[in-house]
């Protein structure tokens, strides 16, 4: 049976989950939206920043996402931002299929991680995200283009936000441009922590 399509990002509350400019996506302002998820303890092992870190439901959400997740999509915009950031076991540890116009190889990275280039659109990328997947879910990685074009599409079943209280004034807005007029949601869970609510929806179309 096929997985759940999903998306999971952290949102400040003005809306904004990255910087505009890929020059500022390690910067002070994206730091500041993040925060929650640096001092996890399944953060620093995974991006291998040393051991330590801290363990409780904040944690917990960050397994529970990677474990469900057995394919991702994402954006060429994405995969820029990270080819340099991340280190060299990527750490998504299963396929990952990039929408692109470029045509490229397979790039295979340590630890489980390959990047396959997709160069027609977002449903042939989720097609073979789904495949590769199996019974385990596909998540939209990001960029936020790349999440609204599968919200619009019809193609997103659930997404978490994880509601920072930070406002940022300017930077990529995740719902900017929706089609509000097809998507409805369902609220699934809201739960806070001491650095963020994580919010959970199903996606209906309206």
Same mark, same amino acid.
């Given at each position: 049976m =096929?997985? *759940? /399509?999903?998306?999971?990002?952290t949102m400040?509350?003005?809306g904004?989950i990255?910087?505009?400019s890929?020059?500022d996506l390690?910067?002070p302002q994206?730091?500041e939206?993040q925060?929650? /998820?640096? $001092?996890q303890?399944?953060?620093? !092992?995974?991006l291998?920043?040393?051991e330590?870190?801290?363990?409780?439901? %904040?944690?917990d959400?960050?397994?529970?996402?990677?474990?469900?997740t #057995?394919?991702?999509?994402?954006?060429?915009?994405?995969?820029?931002a990270?080819?340099?950031?991340? $280190?060299?076991?990527a750490?998504?540890h299963?396929p990952?299929f990039?929408v *692109?116009h470029?045509?490229?190889d397979?790039?295979?990275?340590?630890?489980?991680t390959t990047?396959?280039f997709?160069? %027609?659109?977002?449903?042939? +990328?989720l097609?073979q995200a789904?495949?590769?997947?199996g019974?385990?879910?596909v998540?939209?990685?990001?960029g936020g283009?790349?999440? &609204?074009?599968?919200v619009?599409?019809?193609l @997103?079943?659930?997404?978490?936000?994880?509601?920072?209280? /930070?406002l &940022? #004034? *300017?930077g990529i807005? &995740?719902?900017?441009? @929706?089609d =509000?007029g097809r @998507?409805?949601l !369902?609220? /699934?869970? +809201?739960e806070p922590?001491q650095?963020?609510?994580?919010?959970?929806? +199903? @996606?209906r179309?309206r």
């Open positions: =096929a997985g *759940t /399509v999903f998306f999971s990002v400040s509350l003005d904004i990255a910087p505009e890929l020059d390690m910067g994206w730091r939206l925060q929650w /998820v640096f $001092p303890r399944f953060f620093r !092992e995974n291998q920043l040393g330590g870190g801290e363990e409780g439901r %904040d944690d959400i960050l397994r529970e996402t990677f474990a469900r #057995g394919a991702s999509v994402m954006g060429r915009r994405m995969f820029d990270g080819e340099h950031a991340w $280190p060299d076991e750490p998504f299963t990952v990039v *692109t470029e045509r490229r397979p790039w295979e990275r340590p630890g489980g990047f396959h997709v160069n %027609d659109g977002i449903e042939a +990328a097609d789904r495949e590769a997947a019974d385990r879910d998540r939209i990685a990001g283009a790349t999440i &609204l074009q599968h619009n599409a019809g @997103v079943d659930e997404f978490s936000i994880a509601l920072s209280p /930070v &940022l #004034g *300017t807005r &995740l719902f900017e441009g @929706v =509000a @998507v409805a !369902e609220q /699934v869970r +809201a922590t650095r963020v609510t994580h919010l959970t929806y +199903a @996606v179309e």
